[in-house]
């Protein structure tokens, strides 16, 4: 039987979605599937997207907001017979593709918390949730959290929606590569030590409660750190920018957008803590890199993140600047205590690996085909 890869809405710089593709391709590669694998990828994206099986371009515009409305018409054209089962892994369900269909949901953000994200993706992912989950053979999510969401938003049977938790690409040894760290610290500006978040700088990350944060843990005496946030601007990243500077933070924060993994890794590893005070997630990976990069972490108790942290980190109130900037400073003041989340964190980083994730997800696929 064969699976089809709908990438017709891939974007290389779109952060979770794109590393969920590449893990999840990362960890096929490393089971044995009896299902024969292909992508259907824009032609302009083949040579940059990662791709499973047999390759299909597919000439469609370069606007992201058109592909969602082209690939629509695309894949309602093709036959069940060419494309086997659909599986569209960005949270995007096919309306008019007639053959077995699994489609990723990834959370409800633009239903549960419409103004966390842009009017078009308010109003199209509406229409499009409410009129196509129905339509799919079967629904991955990345958390019980989204999964009681999605259950309950769209009064779907629970047994259609299974859970298949986002991975960690590979167990790492924290130190490697240490040596290089001090050389990509300089070339971005970075001369001291460092209290860093992850993830695209937009309202429902709650970033600006982070620089409040920051704000008192230098008021406490602290004042040899720099905050660094490392994303791409997204809705609402405005806020970000008027509580640093209204704080007068501007020489104490770094700002990075478009960081390579290379690059990234060595933010991760020279990191004192990583703090993600995060509203609402559909998983939550950057808490789970940190720890992986031997980084204690200090994070948002709310949605799926206590599903991904456990009890390797530090769960608190993400409202709370105060409670934030307590707990940042115990890490950073307590030796002990940075000791056991680092030893707590690299044990649960083991818990989500790429083989469980394409092993789990190809036993959907057997449930969808009766295979």
Sequence with gaps: MRVSFNLLTYDPTSGGYATYIADLFRGFASIESPFELQTLIPDFLASEAPVAGKVTGVRLPKSKQFRYFGEQVYLSSKSSRALGVLHSPFSNPQLGYHGLQVVTLHDVIPVVFPEYVSPFSRRFFSFLWKNGLRRVDAIITVSQWSKKDIVERFGLNEERVHVVYNAFPRIVDFRQGAENTEGVLTRYGINKPYILFVGRLESRKNVPTLVKAF?????????????????????????????????????HVRVLEHIPWEDLMALYRGASVFVFPSLYEGFGLPPLEAMAFGVPVVASNATSIPEVVGD?????????????????????????????????????VRLFTIERMAEATVEVYRLVTGD
């Design 312 to 348: 390797a980190g530090i769960l608190v109130d993400p409202m709370d600047d105060e409670a934030l900037a307590s707990n940042v400073i115990k890490v950073l003041t307590d030796t002990e205590l940075r000791a056991e989340l680092v030893r707590k964190g690299l044990e649960q």
């Design 215 to 251: 704000d008192r843990v230098r008021k406490s005496g602290l004042t040899d750190f720099l905050l660094v946030l490392v994303g791409k601007k997204g809705w609402g990243y405005e806020q970000t920018f008027a509580s640093i500077e209204s704080l007068g933070l501007q020489e």
